[in-house]
């Protein structure tokens, strides 16, 4: 196994400019496929991810163009994918196989869709479940409840409301919003339970929106997609730094010196910005601009007591920090770590207990106890999860090295974080 160590420092300093957001990357290359008229996509991010979601397109029959670093040009499809038979690999692409599932169930066409064995760990039932009383034709050739997955052509019915839950995974009900334009008939859906990861919604809904489809919501409790729903090229679009990335260097500037990230400001539409808020509670001292972030140390971090459920992605980075606190932290309502890449509230209880941490964990919280001392030459695993590899590089700052395996896992959102890290430290 490749391993990466980093040596013990005590100061970041620099400005980074951030790779774009995976969620909104993955969201604007579907509807660009699904439009009508070519979109020009800037400032793409370039990861694992994303290399899923336009092979999948290309294999569907979109036309695609790379015409300069980081932009792509997507002839859109109208909504009628021109493959009606495919078979699809999606890697661990939550991003991407849970919209294209739900966009090829109403795509009247025959696919199979499958992943690496964690994506096969990965529930998706919900989804699967609401798609069927849309009348989807839908079954698993695996476990029931999770990928892979077949689908057939469906008997689409709309006349009663799609009820699915919120509690799992917002990408369900994002897939869910995505695809019902295709029907071009009326469709409401009802949200059972919270709903959780709410800002990953807005970011669905505001990208809808320009593609042409404004979706009707009465609260978080349901969504009503209007009849003859058509997706129009916005023409061009650009897709912002990503929040979710822009939280370990923020950290590592409330930690350990000055660091300023460009490509997202204050009015971002991803509720990973909020981790900035989260930051200045712990003691970081925040400014924003219009499109970029700085961070500078804090005169010392503070505990945090916080309900993680608007900045799921971003909150595993507070847990690094709290291991720079004097006292008890507590991440709450973060149950939907438990279905990401890896188990991440197990994985990270077991990693900072590595660097001496104190932790207590629960279904849906982790209870972090910094040790005195930071234990040094830990080899931190990291479970094939890029998020693992990117937080525990931020424990180098703490004066101690540290050794990350799998580092090339960082490569499903930000290919060159290591590279980018080293230079606020050098």
């Keep these: 196994m490749e391993q990466l160590t980093l040596a013990a420092s005590s100061q970041a300093q620099g400005t980074i ?76 692409a939550g991003t991407a196989f849970r919209p294209l599932t739900a966009a090829l169930a109403f795509s009247s066409g025959n696919y199979v869709l499958s ?78 339970g919270e709903l959780i990861s709410k800002p990953y919604i807005e970011i669905t809904l505001n990208l809808m929106a320009k593609f042409g489809v404004q979706v009707e919501r009465n609260g978080w409790q349901s969504f009503i997609i209007p009849a003859n729903s058509h997706y129009i090229s916005p023409k061009e679009i650009f897709v912002e730094g990503d929040a979710s990335s822009a939280s370990y260097f923020l950290a590592a500037g409330a930690i350990a010196g000055n660091v300023t990230v460009a490509g997202l400001g204050k009015d971002s539409i991803q509720g990973d910005v909020r981790f900035a808020d989260a930051l200045a509670l712990m003691g970081g001292n925040i400014n924003y601009g219009d499109n970029h972030i700085t961070a500078t140390k804090a005169a010392n971090i503070k505990t945090i007591d916080i309900d993680c459920n608007h ?34 509230i197990s994985a990270m209880a077991t990693e900072l207990r590595k660097v001496g941490a104190i932790v207590e964990e629960g279904a849906d919280y982790i209870k972090i106890t910094p040790p005195a001392q930071l234990t040094p030459n830990a080899v931190i695993d990291t479970y094939d999860d890029h998020r693992m590899a990117m937080c525990f590089s931020l424990v180098s700052l703490g004066g101690v090295p540290i050794t990350i395996n799998d580092p090339n896992c960082v490569a499903k959102t930000f290919p060159n974080y290591f590279a980018e890290f080293k230079k606020l430290i050098a």
């Design 17 to 92: 400019t951030l790779p774009g957001s995976k969620s909104i990357s993955n969201r604007t290359l579907l509807l660009a496929a699904l439009s009508n008229g070519t979109t020009e996509i800037r400032d793409l991010l370039a990861s694992d991810d994303t290399s899923r979601m336009l092979e999948a397109l290309q294999i569907l029959g979109v036309k695609l163009d790379n015409f300069a670093e980081n932009a792509w040009r997507v002839t859109g499809c109208g909504g009628n994918f021109p493959n009606k038979n495919a078979d699809l690999f999606l890697g661990n």
């Design 115 to 192: 992943g690496v064995p964690r994506m096969h760990e990965r529930p998706i039932g919900d989804l699967v479940d609401a798609l069927k009383q849309a009348g989807a034709d839908i079954q698993y050739l695996g476990n029931d409840g999770f990928p892979p997955l077949k689908i057939a052509q469906p008997q689409i019915d709309l006349s009663k409301p799609i009820k699915i839950r919120g509690d799992v995974s917002s990408q369900f009900l994002t897939a869910l919003l995505m695809a019902l334009p295709l029907t071009t008939q009326q469709a409401t859906i009802q949200v059972v």
């Design 311 to 344: 900045i799921p992605d971003a909150a595993m980075t507070l847990a690094i920090v709290a291991l720079f606190a004097k006292g008890t932290s507590i991440l709450r309502n973060i149950a939907s770590w438990r279905v990401k890449e890896t188990d991440r």
